[in-house]
Nanobody
Framework: QLQASGGGLVQAGGSLRLSCVAS????????MAWFRQAPGKEREFVSAIKWSGGTTSYAESVKGRFTLSRDSAKNTVNIQMSGLKPDDTAVYYC??????????????????WGQGTQVTVSS
């Protein structure tokens, strides 16, 4: 089970940190990711991190502004978002899959999903 939190309303240029807590499984054997979905758009990849925490991947649109990390002691992944833009407005979902060599960047690569948390960036 994945529980996402940390969304909210922020002005453009501001920061937010989203967290996702995993329970009911072996967190250390999961690759974790964040996706987002804006109204009327398809769900899109934001960032992913390997089970070991040593490898991350980012969408070009967030590279340099978002930082993904994981805290294995707390079964949590956090995404620190800075320099937020109105285009970042979306519902953000955390996702998980069994550990793999590659970091999947597609929705169908993940079998476990959290409930989503709303991020709204005002201009």
């Amino acid at each position: 089970q994945l529980q996402a939190s940390g969304g909210g309303l922020v002005q453009a240029g501001g920061s937010l940190r989203l967290s996702c807590v995993a329970s009911g499984g072996t967190f250390s054997s999961l690759n974790m990711a964040w996706f987002r979905q804006a109204p009327g758009k398809e769900r899109e990849f934001v960032s992913a991190i390997k089970w070991s925490g040593g490898t991350t991947s980012y969408a070009e649109s967030v590279k340099g502004r978002f930082t993904l990390s994981r805290d294995s002691a707390k079964n949590t992944v956090n995404i620190q978002m800075s320099g937020l833009k109105p285009d970042d407005t979306a519902v953000y979902y955390c996702a998980a899959r069994a550990a793999s060599v590659n970091l999947w960047r597609t929705v169908d690569g993940y079998g476990y999903w959290g409930q989503g948390t709303q991020v709204t960036v005002s201009s």
